[in-house]
């Protein structure tokens, strides 16, 4: 692994490349789940309609294929950015602003502190990034859902890659959900840490409020 973890900071000459990463197989899986959508729904036409010749047969599996032939061009571009950026190292242009600008990055170490946050995390949680650095992470998890946080991070320890929806607390008490794709990191088997990308799903609510 590039970086190194030292203090809590993360000293990295490309600070978001794992963050890079995890945004692109995050999409690299959506457009693999919209390809096969697309792909079953070109199939349920096909056997609804058969071999009729109506009119509207037809354009209904005209239709289907078309939406099969994008989603299928869509996942192919999305690919080849992925595998480009993870064995070239190839950086798509733009993407790190729109890392930067739609994604809230919380990288962390084994012991659940943070290495980076950049300014799109710290708004989430209404501080600064600077503010972050080397505090708890679960500072910002309410106290009821702390056993749930806990677990969800001994998950990741054992390299569990799943999403999760969860609720955080910004500094202002304020309660905000968010969708979670965290990617463990290992340094030659060893836990180091991990890189989360964040979406917002629900606005701000008042202190511990749904």
Known sequence: MESVIRSGIMHDPIPNRHALEELWRVRLEEARVAYERARNALREVRQEFGSEANAGGAYGVHQALRAENIALTEYLRVLRIFTDLVVAGKV??????QVQDRYGIWIID????????????????????SALLGHDSFDYVFHEDAPDAQRLFAAKKHGDAESFRFRLRRKDGAAIWVEVQGTPMFNDGKFNGIVGTFRVTRAVRGAGGE
């Open 110 to 129: 084994a012991d659940g502190r943070t290495a980076y946050a950049n300014d799109r995390m710290a708004q989430i949680l209404g501080t600064s990034p």
């Open 92 to 97: 798509p242009d733009g993407t790190l602003c």
